[in-house]
């Protein structure tokens, strides 16, 4: 887990922030549910199952018996050919699969061959075995297929490998998609959410920041085609890159409002007063927020000037709460309130740090 820092932006691993608490709203992965997956489920473990093209797919059962001379699949009772059945559609996985049915198959050298015009030799000889009782019984190919419901190019398929000394390794879905993202393509995304400037709440842990609230998920998007215009990139894809990596939101906590500007932004905005009562409510909250600029200006210069000239010291006092004592869980207490405790906190500006014990 790791956290970086840029720009005023923190982004962190997926779900994840520093305090291994998750913040980012990744969703809860639901890959289990897919038709996609539910599908590749039920063909490993040998039910049926409908494709994405609706055609119907049985589920795997005991084929015909063969009509060899040793008629094995048709002597053997009917419990055990499920036996086998089962015990190979149970394993979880198709690399499982054929890595039992491959121990069923034993390769040895041709050892006598007959000579016959324009038929190719074969090298190797191959014999099928079958669980029955505890007991292995060699069967003939087609019975070895019969009782295991698979096909001609499976078994082919695990007798080169055989032939080869190597194990069975179901490689279908691991190329790369066509459709995969580069990670220029997704570094650019990053970059861009990166650029937008983000404030810390005051009461805040910190690892949550805050965006303008005019500004949207889809308006960043847009703004982001605008400066790539032939971008793959797309809204979902870019919305999840923001869930699941910035630790950001919009607008400001409610804890972090001024009483000020709350009243002044009731009038700004309502339909009952006049347009004049509105440019006085106006005019009332940019001189308010001129002056708030002016004292944290100060603030800041302040601290610069404690971290660079060792004979100035910057300190601040911030009021945290108004506390009523005692507090007691019992309803006649609470009407018998006579002490009031105003709590405060003293920031030391060259440190950065504030003092472990409150003023009271």
């Known amino acids: 887990m790791s956290a970086e820092t840029k720009d005023n932006v923190i982004y962190l691993n997926p779900g994840e922030s520093s305090s291994g608490e998750t913040r980012t709203k ?16 039920a063909r490993i473990h040998g039910q049926a ?20 001379a040793k008629n094995a699949g048709k002597s053997y009772p009917k419990n055990a050919k499920l036996e086998n059945l089962a015990k190979l559609y ?4 198709k690399n499982e699969q054929d890595i039992y049915l491959q121990g069923l198959i034993s390769c040895t050298d041709v050892k006598r061959r007959r000579v016959l015009k324009d038929i190719p030799l074969r090298q190797k000889m191959f014999t099928y075995t079958v669980q029955v009782c505890n007991e292995k019984k060699e069967v003939c190919h087609s019975a070895f297929l019969s009782l ?25 879905g691991k190329s790369k998609t066509v459709n995969a993202l580069s990670g ?25 920041k805050y965006l303008p609230a005019d ?15 032939g971008t793959r990139i797309k809204y979902e894809y870019y919305n999840k ?6 630790a950001l939101r919009f607008g400001r906590p409610a804890v972090d409002t001024c009483c000020l500007c709350e009243s002044l932004d009731l009038k700004i905005n309502s339909k009952t ?82 003092c472990p014990v409150r003023i009271s």
């Not at 199952?49 to 084929?63: E, F, H, L, Q, S």
């Not at 149970?90 to 996985?93: E, F, I, K, Q, V």
């Not at 006085?280 to 800041?300: D, G, P, S, T």
């Not at 009523?324 to 405790?341: A, D, K, M, R, T």
Request: proline residues 4%; aromatic residues 10%; hydrophobic residues 35%.
């Open 26 to 41: 990744k969703r809860r992965d639901n890959s289990a549910d897919y038709s996609r997956n539910k599908i590749k489920q």
């Open 49 to 68: 199952y409908v494709t994405a093209k609706n055609k119907t797919v049985r589920a795997k059962t005991i084929g015909p018996p063969c009509k060899c």
């Open 90 to 93: 149970n394993l979880g996985t």
């Open 148 to 172: 295991f419901g698979i096909t001609k190019d499976r078994v082919k398929r695990l007798r080169d490998l055989l032939v080869l000394g190597k194990i069975p390794e179901d490689k279908r």
């Open 184 to 208: 220029d393509e997704i570094t650019a995304v990053i970059s861009h959410i990166s650029c937008f400037p983000a404030k810390e709440s005051h009461y805040s842990s910190g690892i949550v």
């Open 215 to 229: 500004l949207s998920v889809k308006k960043m998007f847009r703004l982001y085609k605008e400066k790539y215009p």
């Open 241 to 246: 890159i923001f869930r699941e990596n910035f």
């Open 273 to 354: 007063l006049n347009n004049v009562a509105k440019k006085v409510a106006l005019a009332e909250k940019l001189v308010h927020k001129k002056r708030a600029k002016k004292f944290y200006n100060k603030l800041q210069e302040a601290r610069q000037r404690s971290q660079k000239d060792e004979t100035f010291l910057g300190i601040c006092y911030d009021y945290m709460q108004n506390v009523s004592l005692p507090i007691i869980p019992v309803q006649e207490i609470f009407y018998l309130w006579q002490l009031s405790v105003s709590i405060f906190c003293i920031h030391n500006l060259k440190t950065g740090k504030k």
